[in-house]
């Protein structure tokens, strides 16, 4: 049988599309034989930037639910647990990971920040049965506080 690497590049077009394990495999080794002219570039810089768009969108969703607990948190006194405590902790331990691997993502915190909140809002509403007037209009954090391991509203 006939190995990956050893067929042309026509022969290898719909590897992507059939067998993406396979592709990644085959177009690590081109690469790293320098075979570029043999390797899958448009797909590539197409997976490339997926991954960029993969980690924004986690940082987005750990800022919602870590604003989420900080908003139960702090508008639910007395329903605070070790439970809240713990995920706030875990979504800034993560987040922390997040921006140390990728340092640039720290920049699109606070361009976000609004349409992050709204969405956090939206889950403290479903899991406080508080109505959506009982939070702030404006996000009430600042970045520095939603990323400080000490702050608790």
Same mark, same amino acid.
């Given at each position: 049988?006939?190995?990956?690497?050893?067929?042309?590049?026509?022969?290898?077009?719909?590897?992507?599309?059939?067998?993406?394990?396979?592709?990644?495999?085959?177009?690590? /080794?081109?690469?790293?034989?320098?075979?570029?002219?043999?390797?899958?570039?448009? @797909?590539?810089? /197409?997976? !490339?930037?997926?991954?960029?768009?993969?980690?924004?969108?986690?940082?987005?969703?750990?800022?919602?639910?870590?604003?989420? @607990?900080?908003?139960?948190?702090?508008?639910?006194?007395?329903?605070?647990?070790?439970?809240?405590?713990?995920? !706030?902790?875990?979504?800034?331990?993560?987040?922390?990971?997040?921006?140390?691997?990728?340092?640039?993502?720290?920049?699109?915190?606070?361009?976000?920040?609004?349409?992050?909140?709204?969405?956090?809002? @939206?889950?403290?509403? !479903?899991?406080?049965?508080?109505?959506?007037? @009982?939070?702030?209009? /404006?996000?009430?954090?600042?970045? /520095?506080?939603?990323?400080?391991?000490?702050?608790?509203?």
């Amino acid at each position: 049988m006939q190995s990956q690497l050893d067929k042309t590049a026509a022969d290898r077009a719909g590897l992507y599309d059939e067998d993406f394990f396979e592709w990644t495999r085959v177009n690590g /080794e081109l690469l790293r034989a320098g075979r570029f002219d043999q390797a899958d570039i448009e @797909h590539i810089a /197409e997976e !490339i930037e997926d991954m960029g768009k993969r980690d924004l969108k986690e940082l987005n969703s750990r800022v919602r639910v870590l604003l989420s @607990h900080l908003l139960k948190w702090q508008l639910q006194p007395e329903k605070k647990s070790r439970s809240w405590e713990r995920t !706030i902790a875990s979504q800034r331990t993560e987040l922390g990971q997040l921006l140390e691997d990728s340092p640039s993502l720290r920049v699109k915190i606070q361009p976000n920040l609004r349409r992050n909140y709204q969405k956090s809002v @939206h889950l403290a509403v !479903i899991e406080t049965g508080l109505p959506k007037s @009982h939070f702030p209009a /404006e996000y009430p954090f600042t970045v /520095e506080q939603i990323l400080d391991p000490e702050f608790l509203p």
